[in-house]
Structures are given as C-alpha cells and as structure tokens.
C-alpha cells in the first residue's frame, strides 16, 4: 500500500514537471528607436524569467511582414500569439484566422481599429491621447506669459499608427480653444531619427525663424531634428523650444546638454505585464480588455536628478 503510495505520488511528480511549457508568438514592429529596442529586450527578458517559449519575429515596419508572421504562429500552433500593430487597420482576416485556430490574441504597445472586439483577449499599453494632452499642457504653462503667435512644427510617427494617430489628437484637443497656438506644419518623421533630421531640415528651409516651438511625436525624431536645428544655426531648446515623447535614456542626455525642454513618458516596459497576462490567459482566467501603462512627465530641470534612475 505504501509503496504504490509512492509511486502515485512519483508519478504525478514526473507528470508535473513534462507539463508542456507555454509558447508565446511575439510579432514585432522593428527596431525603429530606442524605445523599441527597450521594449524588445523587456519581452525577451520577461518571456525568459516566467519560462515562457518566446517565438520572436522582427517585421522591419512593414505589415505585411507581421500578417506573414502571424499566420506561421497560427501554423506552428503556438498557445499565445501577441503583437505590436504597426498600424491600426487591416488586421480583421488575419486575426479571424487566429479565432478560427482557437489562439487568442494580445495586443501590446498599440491598438487596432477593429470593429469585432472579440478578436483580441487584451490591449496592454500608454494611452497616447493622454500623453499628446500632456504634452500640450506642458507648452501652454510654459508659455503663459508670451504675448503672440506660438508657431509650433510637429513631427507625427508612422502614417496611421495609433501613438501617431492619438499623440496628435491629445495635443489638439488641448490647443484648440487657444488661437495663438498654431501648428504651422505637420509631416511624417517614421518616429526614427534619420527621417526627424529629414523633415525637420525642410521645415527650418520653409520657415526659417518663424518657428517657436517643435512637437515631436517621439524622442528619437526630436534627436535628429536637434541636429538640423544646430545645423541650421540654431540653438535647440532656446531658440526653439523641443517637446517630445517616451522618455528614453537620450532624451534624458539631450535634456541634460540644455537641447530638448520637456519628454513625456511612455514606458516599453511591457515584458512583465504580457507574460503575466500569458499566463493568466492559459490558467484560463478572464483579462481585463484594456491594461494602461502609468506613466509621467520629465521637464529638463529634473533630468539630471532622474537619469541614474532610468532603466531604459
Ligand atoms: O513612442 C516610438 C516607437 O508605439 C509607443 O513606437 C510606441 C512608439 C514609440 O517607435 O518611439
């Protein structure tokens, strides 16, 4: 009696420890900027500590490349299958795939404008309409004692994606009972600092000192356009005034050199919340359809205080 006692309990012993590890499809955007670097190492960190099977595909900006990736998660039968949209459309046939192979699906980072929400378990991630309107609040304190025109330049993140859809409209939503702020060009930079310098070199060209303050949707774009700004013959962060988003370690740097006025952060710290969310989803709990990321402001005055505390 004992001895098969032993046994059961052996055996169930052994039956525990075979219990098949999670495997998680992760398709990601690229590596556009330092905040998607940060957030590729948090996920690849995370998926490691909570002993989760990371399939990992980097899309290099391009939809099509994640839809591809998508579907060899549906057919490698992964449990989980989690992305970042690049943009927010375009995404119904290949998540009614998904649906259809009973894989359930997270989105991180960004959303998608899907009209059937059960396509999606959950959406963990800033909420980037907040972070516009923080960013515009900043401004208009800042400025409360100008007299005049405020002619801003803005420069968006990818064409249709949600942080550049919503960075835009929280900042407008602040702005437009106040007819002294105008945003006198707004263009594209792809959130990546090549194209920020690009873009930011033909508004100086178009404008010359006509402009007053700079919005740029993330910090990179704000770095290469610093760099047109001094090129130009202009000192970034006097001259014109630079606001941008995500609070990564170069901003905090650009910060501290007197370049750039004000980040806004946006954490890419998503790893530990995903895997938990992974986790909770294969126990078979329910997931709550939306996790908000919290996060704050860092005006220039604090940075040197803040930056030995950044982790990303
Ligand atoms: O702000 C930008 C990145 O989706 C929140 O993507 C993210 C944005 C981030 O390339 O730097």
Known sequence: MVLAGLVMILGGLGCQ???????????QIGA???WRTANTKSIEEAAKTAGIELKFSD??????????????????????????????????????????AKIPVILTDRAVDTKDETLWATFI????????????????????????AVNIVELQGTVGSAPAIDRKKGFEEILKDKPDFKIIRSQTGDFTRAKGKEVMEAFLKAEGKNIHVLYAHNDDMAIGAIQAIEEAGL??????????????????????????????????????????????????????????????????????QEFPKRKY
């Open 32 to 34: 556009e900027s330092e």
């Open 17 to 27: 420890a075979e219990k098949k590890k999670i495997t998680l499809g992760f398709s």
């Open 59 to 100: 899309a290099q900006q391009k939809q099509e490349n994640q839809i591809k990736a998508i579907r060899s998660f549906i057919a490698q039968k992964v449990d989980v299958i989690a992305f970042s949209p690049v943009v927010e459309t375009g995404w119904e046939p290949v998540l009614r795939e998904a649906k259809a």
């Open 125 to 148: 991630g800033s909420d980037f309409v907040e972070e516009g309107r923080r960013a515009a609040k900043w401004l208009v304190e800042k400025m409360k004692d100008h007299q005049g």
């Open 235 to 304: 000192r970034p962060g006097k001259d014109i005034l630079i606001i941008s988003i995500d609070a990564v370690k170069g901003a905090f740097e650009a910060m501290m050199a007197g370049k750039l006025n004000v980040t806004v952060e946006c954490s890419p710290l998503l790893g530990p919340q995903l895997m938990s969310a992974v986790s909770d989803l294969m126990a078979g709990k329910a997931l709550p359809k939306r996790i908000v990321t919290e996060e704050s402001v860092f005006p220039m005055e604090t940075a040197a």
